[in-house]
């Protein structure tokens, strides 16, 4: 299961009354580690200059990879992430997680992040089996 839902949340989603920030904030409650290093790199890019900011810090076991894994792979939580932190997510391998400005979405940076180039040479033994 991909996120843990009270199930006061679940009644009003069976209703169809669910408002973002209670999704977001089922998200954050039920991934903890993908909150933190979509915060991480959603508060990298606020901060900086560059055109992302990315994770490039493996997880640190199988439970927080699968997090990140879940959050990135469903379109819901990945859109109410995005949403959320105002930036564009791309993701490579099992843990390389970068933040782009919506306004850099098809740039120079974003095109080359999300490329078949950089997907084969983020790759490395290690990392084979995620």
Known sequence: MS???PTALLERAEAGEVTDAEFVDCVRRSLPYAWDVVSRVA???SAGAEKFADNTVPPPGEAERGQLLR???SDAIRGGLER???VRLAFQNCHRVAAFRPNEV???AYRS???PV???L???PELRNC
Do not use: I, P, R, T
């Open 3 to 5: 996120l843990d839902v």
């Open 43 to 45: 508060a990298g890019l």
């Open 71 to 73: 959050a990135l792979a």
């Open 84 to 86: 959320h932190f105002g």
């Open 106 to 108: 098809g740039g120079e």
């Open 113 to 115: 992040f999300v490329s």
């Open 118 to 120: 950089s997907q084969l």
């Open 122 to 124: 983020n790759q490395s």
